[in-house]
T-cell receptor, first 114, second 114 residues
Framework: ETGVTQTPRHLVMGMTNKKSLKCEQH?????MYWYKQSAKKPLELMFV???????ENNSVPSRFSPECPNSSHLFLHLHTLQPEDSALYLC?????????????FGPGTRLTVT | KQEVTQIPAALSVPEGENLVLNCSFT??????LQWFRQDPGKGLTSLLL?????REQTSGRLNASLDKSSGRSTLYIAASQPGDSATYLC?????????????FGKGTKLTVNP
């Protein structure tokens, strides 16, 4: 696959479960991002990694834990989530986290917390 | 704090019509503005990126303009087709809280009727 891929595409989990979302980019980029898209709300930036270093945590609750082992892979570890965490989680990448580069998005993971 | 507003929230037009989607932002100190398309349940596809020094960008039937001083951008779609039906998102990239961020509007849901 090319571009930005995300797995799984759909996930249903209980409030006591632990799961992980995976993102992989095949574009040779150095910056990766997690966004949350809830119904009726704009996309919200959650985390930014630039050259594998976390440079942004947008006041995200600790039940969301990101991991970036290398520039091509990004994970979002989930535990003890709440029903209001149900949303579309989008991963994106760009050449670097600077103003001139476009962000390319993956297809998203639709998460439902029961 | 940057805020992005898109008007209208929804638009329905007959096939073949030319149309304009509007985006406004409160802080004119931006690096660039990006228009995206999102199909239901899917990720974002980048349509056009306008750097802060540019006035417009064109791609096929799409033309985006940027008036940074007034905090406005428009996306013009010529000769609309049913396949153009999607939600169109506007996002501006600027510096906030010491870091660079992409701030999104809520989108305009476009329906092109055959």
């Amino acid at each position: 696959e090319t571009g930005v891929t995300q797995t799984p595409r759909h996930l249903v989990m209980g409030m006591t479960n632990k799961k992980s979302l995976k993102c992989e980019q095949h574009l040779g980029h150095n910056a990766m991002y997690w966004y949350k898209q809830s119904a009726k709300k704009p996309l919200e930036l959650m985390f930014v990694y630039n050259f594998k270093e976390q440079t942004e945590n947008n006041s995200v609750p600790s039940r969301f834990s990101p991991e970036c082992p290398n520039s091509s892979h990004l994970f979002l570890h989930l535990h003890t989530l709440q029903p209001e965490d149900s949303a579309l989680y989008l991963c994106a990448s760009s050449r670097a986290n600077t103003g001139t580069y476009e962000q390319y998005f993956g297809p998203g993971t639709r998460l439902t917390v029961t | 704090k940057q805020e992005v507003t898109q008007i209208p929230a929804a638009l329905s037009v007959p096939e073949g019509e030319n149309l304009v989607l509007n985006c406004s932002f409160t802080d004119s100190a931006i690096y660039n503005l990006q228009w995206f398309r999102q199909d239901p349940g899917k990720g974002l596809t980048s349509l056009l990126l306008i750097q802060s020094s540019q006035r417009e960008q064109t791609s096929g039937r799409l033309n985006a303009s940027l008036d940074k001083s007034s905090g406005r951008s428009t996306l013009y779609i010529a000769a609309s087709q049913p396949g153009d039906s999607a939600t169109y998102l506007c996002a501006v990239r600027g510096r906030e809280g010491g870091s660079e961020k992409l701030v999104f509007g809520k989108g305009t849901k476009l329906t092109v009727n055959p």
